[in-house]
């Protein structure tokens, strides 16, 4: 494989983080914020200049092209996917990225923050960019490679497969969302229309990684009805919810089902919002486990809490009501081994050695592998995503880009 010259994903990364594409959790409307259309039509023009075809911009703000095959057999429809959102956590207002080149070491202090600092103990990632180009922020905002790191890879694998048209793939479909960062990125999308036989999401982390496995995800919304009179004559009347409330939260366990108890295949129990007053009161819980029977077993702990506050509480009265979110991906992914088996091999041929993960969260490819879209998440580079601190390495770009290049020629091979 030619060379990949870092103009065909670096200069297009540097620009798309200018953009402020910030998503909202709490706006109604489809996206939730209108800023992220404004780079949705960028890279509407941008694919119109690659000479990409049926190239259009939806209403939602999606972003649909396809590059026709240039081989004379069937193979599979094949697509790639990444969103224009960023986390609402962090400003991603007026991003200044700043590239440190030939990195030796050491802890990366982002000048315009100094008590913002990347420090080498506590990044593993950076033992293995020794010598490479790193891309911070000034410490400000957060940098948003988390996805426009893997907007730019796929742009960057598609100029390139343009300009060397001797590589054989088949037909390749694009899709970049918006509002993946609010849980929503899928919520408008039609994969009838988007017409791939699989996908992957270039949306993951470290390098090297391909990720198959997501959460099991539910929300549980526990209702609380108190009793509430006048405080002034209240005595053997008032029920108070919050009260209530406080009494659930104190039946959790300390020191393991929570977030920062938990690691690995473990699963938790998050008291994610809280709000309310003396009569009406709510708990808002993130359940997550990485298999349905562990969901399960959480929500019956929930309502084993909820039954025994109803009796000590009377006649106020706590109530759980489960809200399905999304299912592990490997449920569906595992009915195509091949998916993620090509997706390994791409890997290798880029001179790195794969290894597969699990995501401790969502993805639009958990929801598009369950709308009958299998979907696997391949790595971009980026690291300390939703925070200033935020990172990428441009060889590790690079090799994503070359994953993708890789992943497109194994299909058609494996077809013939």
């Known amino acids: 494989?030619?060379?990949?010259?870092?103009?065909?994903?670096?200069?297009?990364?540097?620009?798309?983080?200018?953009?402020?594409?910030?998503?909202?959790?709490?706006?109604?409307t489809y996206p939730s914020t209108d800023k992220q259309?404004?780079?949705?039509?960028?890279?509407?023009?941008?694919?119109?200049?690659?000479?990409?075809?049926?190239?259009?911009?939806?209403?939602f703000g999606y972003v649909f092209a396809t590059l026709p095959s240039n081989v004379d057999w069937d193979v599979p429809v094949i697509g790639f996917n990444s969103h224009?959102?960023?986390?609402?956590?962090?400003?991603?207002a007026n991003v200044n990225p700043i590239i440190h080149e030939n990195y030796q070491g050491g802890d990366i202090v982002l000048p315009n923050a100094e008590d913002q600092v990347i420090y080498y103990d506590m990044n593993p990632a950076?033992?293995?960019?020794?010598?490479?180009?790193?891309?911070?922020?000034?410490?400000?905002?957060?940098?948003?490679?988390?996805?426009?790191?893997g907007v730019a890879e796929i742009m960057g694998a598609l100029s390139y497969l343009k300009e060397n048209p001797d590589i054989?793939?088949?037909?390749i479909r694009i899709a970049f969302t918006v509002d993946e960062e609010v849980g929503r990125g899928t919520e408008k999308f039609d994969v009838k229309e988007f017409g791939a036989d699989f996908a992957y999401t270039?949306?993951?982390?470290?390098?090297?990684?391909?990720?198959?496995?997501?959460?099991?995800?539910?929300?549980?919304?526990?209702t609380?009805?108190?009793?509430?009179?006048?405080?002034?004559?209240?005595?053997?009347?008032?029920?108070?919810?919050?009260?209530?409330?406080?009494?659930?939260?104190?039946?959790?366990?300390?020191?393991?089902?929570?977030?920062?108890?938990?690691?690995?295949?473990?699963?938790?129990?998050?008291?994610?919002?809280?709000?309310?007053?003396?009569?009406?009161?709510?708990?808002?819980?993130?359940?997550?486990?990485?298999?349905?029977?562990?969901?399960?077993?959480?929500?019956?702990?929930?309502?084993?809490?909820?039954?025994?506050?109803?009796?000590k509480w009377?006649?106020?009265?706590?109530?759980?009501?489960?809200?399905?979110?999304?299912?592990?991906m490997k449920y569906k992914i595992d009915e195509h081994p091949e998916v993620v088996e090509y997706a390994m091999e791409a890997v290798r041929r880029s001179g790195i050695k794969p290894h597969k993960n699990l995501i401790r969260g969502g993805t639009d490819g958990a929801r598009l592998s369950y709308e009958g879209l299998p979907t696997p998440n391949i790595f971009t580079g980026g690291h300390n995503f939703h925070s200033q601190k935020e990172w990428i390495s441009i060889q590790d770009m690079e090799k994503a880009v070359e994953t993708i290049i890789n992943l497109v020629q194994i299909w058609a091979e494996k077809s013939k």
């Open 84 to 92: 224009v959102d960023t986390s609402p956590e962090v400003s991603g």
């Open 168 to 171: 054989k793939h088949g037909k």
């Open 314 to 328: 009377a006649p106020a009265t706590t109530k759980l009501e489960i809200k399905e979110s999304y299912r592990n």
């Open 224 to 311: 609380i009805r108190g009793v509430n009179v006048h405080p002034g004559y209240a005595k053997n009347k008032m029920v108070n919810g919050i009260k209530i409330a406080a009494d659930f939260i104190n039946r959790l366990p300390e020191d393991t089902m929570s977030p920062e108890t938990t690691e690995g295949r473990e699963g938790y129990l998050h008291p994610h919002a809280l709000k309310g007053a003396v009569e009406n009161t709510e708990i808002i819980f993130l359940v997550r486990d990485f298999t349905v029977e562990g969901l399960q077993e959480k929500e019956k702990f929930l309502q084993d809490i909820c039954d025994e506050l109803n009796k």
């Open 126 to 149: 950076l033992h293995n960019c020794i010598g490479h180009d790193i891309i911070t922020t000034d410490g400000t905002t957060l940098l948003g490679a988390d996805d426009k790191a």
């Open 1 to 28: 494989m030619k060379p990949i010259e870092r103009r065909l994903f670096l200069d297009r990364f540097l620009t798309y983080v200018k953009y402020d594409t910030q998503s909202s959790e709490e706006s109604e």
């Open 202 to 222: 270039m949306d993951g982390e470290t390098v090297g990684e391909i990720e198959d496995e997501t959460f099991c995800a539910d929300t549980a919304v526990v």
């Open 37 to 59: 259309i404004e780079l949705s039509k960028k890279l509407t023009e941008e694919l119109k200049e690659l000479g990409l075809e049926e190239v259009k911009m939806t209403d």
